[in-house]
């Protein structure tokens, strides 16, 4: 009686795969290899803020180059908060941006784009 019933869910998991449409089933990949994987990008970027003044020191490992920006938000509702101009850190290169408020700095961070993007 166990084997008629441990065979009849072998059976009919069997039915089951074999009724998936095609698109349902794993296929391998046409061409996939090292050439498909996406290349690593991105500046590595270390934010400091001394007081009022904000400093961002951008290191870009990668080949790609990586236009990166500053932005920084004031503490105060009426110091203005200010985005540095774009600047393209190129392969193997360091980059230092710089930014402040009149008083506290509330937050600062760095955008990466992919240049030409």
Sequence with gaps: MRLSRSLASVTVA?????????????????????????????AECRVSVLGSHVVA????????IDRVSLHVECGRWWDLDTDSAPVDAGP??????????????????????????
């Design 92 to 117: 193997a290169t360091t980059v230092r941006l710089t930014g402040r408020c009149w008083k506290e700095v509330g937050s600062a961070w760095v955008s990466h784009q992919r240049r030409g993007s």
């Design 57 to 64: 020191y951008c290191h870009n490992p990668y080949v790609d």
């Design 14 to 42: 069997v039915a089951l795969v074999m009724s998936l449409p095609y698109e349902a089933t794993p296929h391998a990949r046409v061409g996939a290899g090292p050439m498909d994987a996406p290349r690593p990008f991105g």
